[in-house]
């Protein structure tokens, strides 16, 4: 473990309320390198349980309901200015967009992102790639969102997109957002997200949020963690057809074959953990 | 726009601040207090963390 004194830390909700979340630094570490001791600046605020929940003698039959624990800082910072981002809901964003396949590459990891996204206006997204078409060689990967008022990462209109390994904590809106239900072979894996937070100021669909909104089944969805939400984890709203500026009656998202969806986990949200809704009918 | 590379992430610390407020000018398709990307190549790539998130126990 590299973590380093100094570091902040968000630790997820383990309750039925996904708001009970603590973030603290690091001022020591102890223990082994293995199974590492935290000491932190100040109590927690919440109880977090760290239990492997096994109600039998059957060893198979368990539920893992320890506490996940992301870390935030990195050396590498993108934010949005401290004095008045937090105010005004308005942070700062990386807004990726040229027409074609592969027509632009971005390689984003191990990147902190603080007080990013633009409320009260739509496609300010923190991460948004925006109708380009397939991005075989981006990727974002390994980096931390710290309070984004506008999303996580948006979907739009792109393909082949792999997102990877981030942690995200104290977004608002659907958190990793599949815009148009025309985006496709998106792998999306080993993310944690922290605290999805309703929204007044976007989408109608953004006050009952998503850490994962899926309006396209064919994607690839694995081990991500949905570690608490004001309403649900992940949320397959398939469309009837292409929506927004993809708008196409030949694309047919409810009827559309399910990519992966596997060793997802969700927690602490307001109302499911998966939900899947209006339809999902694969042919 | 380059900060390290995939080979050769940045090893020392930066920090870049954005500003603006939601009345500023602001380009179109892009907006404003952003970085836009159009045809070319945005690498930012820092120091990984191992791991990135964990469970508690």
Same mark, same amino acid.
């Given at each position: ?283 | 726009?380059? +900060? ?10 930066? !920090?870049?601040?954005? %500003?603006?407020?939601?009345?500023? *000018?602001?380009?179109? +398709? ?10 070319? !190549?945005?690498?930012? %790539?820092?120091?990984?963390?191992? *791991?990135?998130?964990? +469970?508690?126990?």
């Amino acid at each position: 473990m590299n973590w380093e004194v100094g570091d902040q830390i968000g630790i997820a909700s383990t309750s039925y309320i996904g708001r009970e979340t603590d973030k603290r630094v690091i001022t020591a570490i102890g223990g082994t390198a293995s199974k590492p001791v935290l000491t932190l600046d100040a109590p927690l605020t919440y109880r977090h349980y760290a239990e492997i929940y096994q109600p039998g003698s059957n060893a198979d039959d368990f539920i893992d309901m320890r506490c996940e624990v992301g870390v935030l800082t990195r050396n590498v910072k993108y934010r949005g200015n401290p004095e008045d981002s937090g105010t005004n809901q308005y942070g700062a964003t990386i807004f990726m967009h040229s027409p074609g396949d592969d027509s632009l590459t971005s390689r984003i990891s191990s990147v902190e992102f603080a007080d990013v996204g633009q409320a009260f206006k739509l496609g300010r997204y923190s991460l948004h790639m925006h109708m380009i078409g397939a991005v075989h060689n981006s990727y974002i990967r390994k980096n931390a969102v710290n309070r984004s008022f506008n999303r996580a990462v948006a979907i739009h209109g792109t393909r082949y997109l792999r997102i990877d390994n981030n942690v995200v904590f104290g977004a608002m809106g659907h958190n990793i957002f599949i815009e148009d239900a025309v985006e496709t072979h998106n792998y999306i894996t080993d993310n944690l997200i922290i605290m999805a937070m309703r929204s007044w100021s976007l989408l109608n669909t953004d006050q009952t949020p998503a850490c994962m909104w899926i309006t396209n089944p064919f994607n690839n969805f694995l081990r991500n963690h949905a570690a608490g939400s004001d309403r649900y984890g992940f949320w397959f709203d398939l469309q009837e057809h292409g929506i927004g500026q993809n708008a196409d009656n030949s694309i047919c998202p409810e009827n559309v074959k399910v990519g992966q969806f596997d060793g997802n986990h969700a927690h602490s949200t307001g109302r499911y953990g998966l939900r899947i809704f209006h339809h999902m009918i694969p042919r | 726009m380059q +900060v390290g590379t995939e080979e050769f992430p940045y090893t020392s610390k930066i !920090t870049i601040t954005m %500003h603006s407020t939601i009345d500023d *000018p602001y380009i179109p +398709v892009y907006g404003n207090k952003c970085i836009g990307l159009r045809f070319g !190549t945005l690498d930012l %790539h820092g120091v990984e963390k191992e *791991p990135v998130w964990t +469970v508690m126990e």
